[in-house]
């Protein structure tokens, strides 16, 4: 049995997912030495369920496979503030493993639900030790990450109102938009709230000014984004971001 059969087996999801994301996977996967893949689980999570909490050991690596995730964090002046950034395949514990840190540094759960890879720290971390290739990954995806969430700091400073929203919706878009183009965004208006750092009330006058705008579409309590609407966003923050 080949590797990639043998990766198929254990994470039969796989062959649902599309061509980009399973060959995401497989090639995240593909230096794993066969106690590695023997030992990861599969296991499938409902929405909205806690599985990292912040200052809990840190003795296990999440990946996801399917779903969305989003990490909440409490400790920016008591303020509870959740974002979402996730790109790549990126393993949730591994920035731990790499700056030995005992306890997670954040508190993570579910949005959707969602089918994850489950790795033992140990055998992860020793993965990493052994294989200069899987640090590299890891390290990339890390520095990505990284890089993006401090650019998005950066951007939200310049923007306020209608186009922070938009900016976030944009990244939404690009992160979590079906094959076929839309995206359908079912979000309360507290949840825009802690993501953007705007009051409720400035999100639902936000909201209401880019559905004027033709830049999103409201149907109940789902905010629709079509390519084309998506792409009018994009330049619109485009432009204010280089003015």
């Keep these: 049995m080949t590797k990639e ?9 796989l062959k649902n997912l599309t061509r980009e ?4 996977l497989l090639e995240y996967f593909s230096t794993a030495p066969n106690w590695l893949i023997d030992a990861i689980e599969v296991t499938h999570l409902d929405r909205d369920v806690v599985f990292i909490e912040e200052n809990m050991p840190a003795d296990t690596v999440y990946i996801v496979g399917e779903g969305t995730i989003k990490a909440t964090e409490f400790r920016i002046f ?15 514990g591994a920035m731990e493993v790499i700056m030995k840190e005992d306890f997670y540094r954040t508190t993570l759960s579910t949005v959707t ?3 994850m890879i ?6 992860f971390e020793r993965w990493l030790e052994s294989d200069i290739k899987a640090l590299q990954q890891e390290a990339r995806e890390m520095g990505n990450y990284l890089l993006e ?9 310049f923007l306020k109102g209608a186009d922070r929203l938009g900016m976030l919706l944009m990244q939404q878009y690009k ?6 183009g839309e995206l359908s965004l079912l979000m309360t208006r507290q949840e825009l709230s802690e993501k953007t750092g705007m009051s409720v009330k400035t999100v639902n006058r936000a909201a209401k000014k880019l559905e004027e705008q033709n830049l999103i ?17 994009s330049e619109m923050i485009s432009e204010i971001l280089t003015e």
């Design 118 to 123: 489950v790795i033992p720290r140990k055998k």
């Design 5 to 13: 059969e043998k990766l198929f087996q254990i994470m039969p999801f």
């Design 175 to 180: 992160q979590y938009a079906a094959a076929n």
């Design 21 to 24: 994301r399973k060959e995401a």
């Design 217 to 233: 579409t409201r149907k109940g309590h789902k905010i629709l984004i079509n390519r084309k609407q998506y792409e009018m966003l």
């Design 149 to 157: 969430q401090g650019r998005q700091g950066r951007s939200f400073l």
């Design 113 to 115: 639900p969602c089918t």
């Design 78 to 92: 008591g303020i509870r503030y959740e974002f979402m950034g996730f790109w790549g395949v990126s393993a949730m």
